[in-house]
């Protein structure tokens, strides 16, 4: 089975969520630095996986993404 780079960055986005579970909601340019991939990049599979229902999402100074589901 083959995954394409845009699903490989979404599950790398909702694994660095899990593994940051205790914190709260985690933004995206933390993830970025973390998994050393493109911030805007992780922006539009961040918004799909939001759209699924997979991750919630907050505005703010606190915001960012968290798993919908422990």
């Known amino acids: ?3 394409t780079t845009k699903g490989r960055n979404a599950l790398k986005v909702m ?3 899990a593994q940051h579970e205790g914190e709260g909601y985690v933004s ?3 993830i970025a630095e973390r998994q ?8 539009t599979s961040a918004a799909q996986l939001s759209s699924a229902g997979l991750v919630l999402s907050a505005r703010g100074k606190s915001g960012g ?6």
């Open 36 to 43: 050393k991939e493109s911030l805007k990049y992780l922006e």
């Open 1 to 3: 089975m083959m995954i």
């Open 65 to 70: 993404y968290k798993l919908a589901k422990p």
């Open 28 to 30: 995206l340019t933390d």
């Open 15 to 17: 694994i660095d969520l």
